[in-house]
């Protein structure tokens, strides 16, 4: 027998968890926190051990903070953010109202490192790809790159837009439109190094022709953030000229801004992403269940993004996991009954609703829309008028009382 006869072939890793959830973004780093905090034994897989500064969602405010606040993380995110809580919209240079509650504006980086640094023991964090998934009512086998397998009783998948896994279980996307809407994402600061006069802006776009639904700028750790978000053909050259000289082609774009911003340049990356609006199709499979982006995309102009991910890990992860886990098998009847939740099918509906909503009050020319345009923004600025003469009204009807 020589000495290499007897080497054996080492034995695979097999990790046992009872949920190994696929995909560490957003939606599964909170979701394994929420579930490993509850004494759930909790695997998250994800490609990297930090999350890469890709473009996503960079602020979060109104009822979103309730959710965080729900869920456990407001303290998390108040400490990882910039927070603000004044937002200046504009339009045509003038003001149409000011916004007022609290909001936090963060890389989406530190947002998901945020969420995975609530998990009670980091080591539940693997660093690896899921390559394979084998489903049934009992136990899931997954297969991982390195060769470890992971066993669990419930897998949930959380891989974003990303649908190759989701492929192999039989499980397609439906495009619901294609190249929906154009984001893109840069920071900025003021030439002079003065700081801008705002805690932060928005500025609606002026013609329907330019597709600009509205730039949002708000504060970061590194400076003054601004997500523009458009609905117009990605092959357009005024996507290479917002690329190429953003500050020329955004104020061509958006004139009004002239003055708000006065002399100010683009301070990083000029990051931008084309999305499609798409959901899944064949998802109801016994053992596998699938939330966040990897269930339905967004737009990013609607903002629904993470309401509807937060929603996904609130019903599955209080509420109907748990009661799964508490009785034996993991068949179809159980997974059903998350993609049947009220709660989550009203925010799924809500944010196509308003991904069509924002196409169309930015780019329809008919003149239903543009009445309809004009009264939206004619109805916000009438109601800011009001609210701030209302302090005056008071004085008035206080001095009359007196009188
Ligand atoms: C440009 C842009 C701007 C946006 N702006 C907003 C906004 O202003 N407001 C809002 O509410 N929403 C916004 N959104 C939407 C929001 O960012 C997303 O809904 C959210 O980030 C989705 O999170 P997720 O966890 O589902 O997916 P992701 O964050 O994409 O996470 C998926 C994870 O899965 C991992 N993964 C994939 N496959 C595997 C595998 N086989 N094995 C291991 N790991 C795997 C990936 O590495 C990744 O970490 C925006 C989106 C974009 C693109």
């Given at each position: 027998m020589t000495a290499d006869s007897t080497v054996t072939e080492p034995i695979a890793t097999t990790i046992v968890a009872d949920i190994a959830i696929v995909g560490g973004g957003l939606a599964g780093s909170l979701a394994a926190s929420v579930l490993a905090r509850a004494g759930h034994r909790v695997a998250l897989v994800d490609k990297r051990a930090v999350h890469p500064e890709e473009f996503r969602v960079e602020k979060i405010g109104g009822r979103q903070l309730e959710m965080f606040r729900k869920l456990g993380f407001i303290d998390g995110l108040a400490s990882a953010a910039c927070r603000y809580d004044r937002v200046l919209n504009v339009r045509e240079g003038r003001v149409v109202d000011v916004s007022v509650g609290q909001a936090y504006g963060l890389p989406y980086a530190d947002l998901v490192a945020m969420a995975r640094r609530q998990?009670?023991?980091?080591?539940?964090?693997?660093?690896?790809?899921?390559?394979?998934i084998d489903c049934s009512d009992d136990i899931q086998h997954l297969a991982l790159a390195s060769g470890r397998r992971l066993e669990a009783r419930l897998v949930v998948l959380?891989?974003?837009?990303?649908g190759a896994l989701g492929y192999k279980l039989g499980i397609k996307r439906h495009v619901l439109?294609?190249?929906h809407s154009v984001s893109f994402g840069f920071t900025i600061a003021r030439r002079d190094g003065a700081p801008f006069d705002f805690e932060a802006l928005t500025c609606y776009g002026?013609?329907?022709?330019?597709?600009?639904?509205y730039l949002s700028l708000f504060p970061v750790r590194a400076g003054m953030r601004a997500n523009l978000f458009m609905f117009r053909?990605?092959?357009?050259p005024v996507m290479r000229e917002l690329r190429r000289d953003t500050e020329a082609t955004l104020l061509r774009l958006l004139p009004g801004l002239r003055p708000f911003l006065g002399d100010f340049r683009v301070t990083d990356r000029v990051q931008n992403w084309v999305m499609d609006l798409s959901v899944v199709e064949g998802h109801l499979r016994p053992g596998v269940v699938l939330i966040g982006d990897a269930f339905q995309t967004n737009c990013p102009a609607a903002g629904t993004g993470v309401a509807r991910l937060l929603v996904d890990v609130e019903r599955l992860c209080a509420e109907h996991a748990p009661r799964w886990l508490a009785t034996a098998g993991m068949g179809t009847e159980k997974i059903s009954q998350f993609y049947s939740d009220p709660d989550k099918i009203a925010a799924d509906q809500q944010s196509l609703k308003m991904a069509r909503f924002r196409q169309a009050l930015t780019s329809r020319n008919d003149i239903g829309w543009d009445v309809r345009r004009r009264l939206h923004f004619l109805r916000r600025s009438l109601t800011h008028r009001v609210d701030q003469m209302r302090p005056g009204w008071l004085a008035q009807v206080r001095s009359a009382l007196r009188a």
């Open positions: 998990l009670p023991d980091p080591s539940s964090l693997i660093v690896d790809e899921v390559t394979a959380a891989t974003g837009m990303a439109a294609e190249r002026e013609r329907t022709a330019d597709g600009v639904d053909d990605p092959t357009d």
